[in-house]
DNA sequence: ACTGCTGTTTGCGCCAGAGCAAACTGCCGC
DNA sequence: GCGGCAGTTTGCTCTGGCGCAAACAGCAGT
């Protein structure tokens, strides 16, 4: 099957990019299919490729020697990632994990010097991209250093509601499954503190939770926990 | 006064540069001194330049709203940094901070994309360094999110000690001032318990204190502690 | 409908480490 | 040589949230 440059067409990686342009990119990709709780890459395994997600969602997790496992970030649909390549690195830093069945288009990394210099913005995204995360990062270690873990609960919810936010007659709902334990492992807790949180939250009429579900039924509420300035 | 190449000559961020391209480079920049404790720029601040350290040690500090300071990393020697161009951001995320009477070579942004284009490997060097911070950094939430802080404080040593060593007849000193206090902001806890540990580790003989000085003098013991692999 | 599995909730005890307070000390400037 | 201050040490108390354990509930497969 031909990609269509229609595919790539809105994504913020290719704007300001003409057809022609499109076309130099879509030619060295290739598009596949990646079913929930598969892997697109491994932790450490030589980077050979970089990634774009067309549809789906994504997890990046990192596993320490010990075993423990922290969620660095989740991908959504027309986010770059496993850009290896771009930081000069040769093994991938994390694993990326399909938290829902994903369609992805791989480059081979062969083609990202081609690419760099024939499609100077593209370059340029892929660099934004990285900075962006480098200052999510950095404000995680901020909030991990001055908050407690209610704050930096209601703030990572308001992040992945924000992000991948699906609007419903209840609220906002993540649209893709995720775990309490998932969410301990996006803030630095642990699956009970989250779940007693929640349930809490459930009660003041911020949030709606299920298996593997949240909605948001109250964001402005929730942020004025995330801001730590409750009543009282 | 003009720059001579062979001030950069032994930077990574110049490796494999002629003699003419180092003066390609050096064209465009100017060359400052920065005394202890003055800010090479301001976090927020309109980001009209990028820099590198020629001599001194410079400390990353992000504040947050609530005034709550962390200290994101030191700048070593020979390395860039403000290279908010790099990442395609229009203002710095943090405030740098002279540690000690620093020079400091300055670019304006203008000349990036110019160097960029020119002088290839310079920018490689830039979106590495780039890369190995975001490393960095998620290791750094790695460690905060299943490590304790005892094992935290002495993984932070052990990386300052092997990048800002200075080999004494006492074992290894880091080479500029260091306050228990900067130590709490670099992991996340408090500078009483900061003082507790290295307390507790001099009477073990690992490290000995004083007045913003830190020796490590048993590395390998401290290692054993970082590792939380301790007898009993 | 039954069973098993995976994810969730909740109770209880405990402790690492924060917060507060106070005393101490090396060093710099006058 | 003498304050005075910035940085450090140490004691005591209190608590957020972790660890453990057990019960519970939605969902998939047979």
């Known amino acids: 099957m031909t990609l269509d440059r229609s595919l790539i ?11 022609p342009g499109r076309d130099a990119v879509l030619a060295r990709a290739q598009s596949s299919r990646f079913p929930k709780d598969s892997e697109v ?3 450490g395994a030589e980077a050979a490729s970089f990634f774009l997600l067309l549809a789906g ?10 075993g423990h496992q922290v969620i660095a970030r989740y991908i959504n649909e027309g986010e770059l990632f496993g850009i290896a390549v771009a930081m000069g690195r040769s093994t991938y830093p994390a694993s990326a ?6 369609v992805v288009l791989t480059w081979p990394n062969a083609a990202w010097s081609d690419l760099q210099a024939r499609v100077p913005s593209f370059a340029a995204s892929a660099y934004q991209t990285i900075g962006s995360r480098l200052q999510e990062t950095q404000a995680q270690v901020m909030e991990m250093s001055t908050q407690q873990v209610e704050q930096r609960i209601a703030h990572a919810l308001l992040r992945i509601v924000s992000q991948s936010g699906r609007k419903t007659d209840q609220g906002i709902e993540i649209d893709f499954p995720i775990t309490r334990q998932d969410i301990a ?13 929640l349930s809490a939250w459930e009660d003041e009429g911020l949030v709606k939770g299920g298996r593997q579900r949240v909605v948001v039924t109250d ?3 929730l942020m004025v926990v995330a801001e730590n300035r409750r009543r009282k």
């Open 9 to 19: 067409a809105g994504l913020p990686a290719f704007a300001g990019l003409d057809g």
């Open 97 to 102: 994990v399909a938290a829902v069945d994903c």
């Open 185 to 197: 492992e996006m803030t630095g807790t642990t699956l009970h503190t989250v779940s007693r949180l």
């Open 41 to 43: 890459f491994s932790q």
């Open 57 to 66: 969602h994504i997890r990046v997790v990192r596993t320490s020697p010990e």
């Open 219 to 221: 964001p402005h509420g």
